[in-house]
């Protein structure tokens, strides 16, 4: 078992920024990959960015270069960095985790990220 635990959302102007950290506990020894999705009002769960265990990212398209995801193995935390933010980029955002070798999914209870223009 995975516990995931998000945090760092909120309301900000367009071109501001975030940072959304994600506090793992439990069976974190088993963790393959780590990443943050989002969901706005209306639209499927889409991925944002994910890390490996040996800290190979990868973004959607639609945030590379503004959003830059790390990871902290000391604290069991992974952060999402949100800079150049839009009114497009307002969903709830949730921390994944998928966990050893059949990657079973663990979600946070995810966090609102507002942008306003």
């Known amino acids: 078992q995975v516990q995931l635990v998000e945090s760092g959302g909120g309301l900000v102007q367009a071109g501001g920024s975030l940072r959304l950290s994600c506090a793992a506990s439990g069976n974190i020894f088993s963790i393959a990959f780590m990443g943050w999705y989002r969901q706005a009002p209306g639209k499927q769960r889409e991925l944002v960015a994910h890390?490996?265990?040996?800290?190979?990212?990868n973004y959607a398209d639609s945030v590379k270069g503004r959003f830059t995801i790390s990871r902290d193995n000391a604290k069991n935390t992974v952060y999402l960095q949100m800079n150049s933010l839009k009114p497009e980029d307002t969903a709830v955002y949730y921390c994944?985790?998928?966990?050893?070798?059949?990657?079973?999914?663990?979600w946070g209870q995810g966090t609102q990220v507002t942008v306003s223009p």
């Open positions: 890390i490996s265990s040996g800290s190979s990212t």
């Open positions: 994944n985790a998928l966990v050893g070798t059949t990657l079973r999914s663990y």
